[in-house]
């Protein structure tokens, strides 16, 4: 069995890194590049940095402080947040990202998976997707951090994403997000078994115990986590050495 991958996510915004609940209430925990520096010096396999408020206020994501991220870590790192064309895209590449995520422009605007991924490869795109459980038990994606309702469904959404090329989906429980009351094992282990590409779990992490689960019942390749890192419950190191003392496959 492959390695499962621990990912810390960090959520940036205005240069700093921040954390909320359910996409609200954002409270500042720290400098991005020194968090980052310090996950990567922890074991972390990839790092995850989301400029949250670049797709809102509709301006270019962060590349300089994406550049200094590259200087100062040496795990792979994907960058997100107001992508919207393949020149955004190259703009990150060139300034040190190992992979681009899409989420709002690719809703907008589907070829755009197939056009970044022409031109650099399916492993360099990966596509978010926010969703959120309606009343009828439908997962629906939104777009614009978790602001904007769309018709698009999770797991139609996630497989045409695939078809046009992304590499790797990363679904948060826009629901269970920040809550750490566990992510929804059922709803990723059904989107794991509909897709062939990896599948990363975001929302809801708070415990060794929940990421356990996601990556074993939930069947995702990687977890993806926020609080639990950003104010110190765990470190990435405990976190693994707890999966591997569960028999599940992490690189230590």
Known sequence: MLAKRIIPCLDVKDGRVVKGINFQGLQDVGDAVE???RY???GADELVYLDISATLEGRNTFAV????VAEAINIPFTVGGGIRSLDDASRLLDAGADKITLNSAAIARPQLIEEIASKYGRQFVVVAIDAKSGPDGR??????G???PTDKELFSWAKEAQERGAGEILFTSMDHDGTRAGYPCPVYAALSDALSIPLIASGGAGS???IAAVLTIGKADAALAASIFHYGQYTVAQVKKE????GIPVRL
């Open 35 to 37: 968090l980052g520096r």
């Open 40 to 42: 990567a010096l922890e």
């Open 65 to 68: 402080l994406v550049s200094r």
């Open 139 to 144: 997962w629906m994606a939104t777009t614009h």
């Open 146 to 148: 978790g602001s904007r």
């Open 208 to 210: 060794v115990a929940d």
């Open 243 to 246: 999966l591997a003392q569960a």
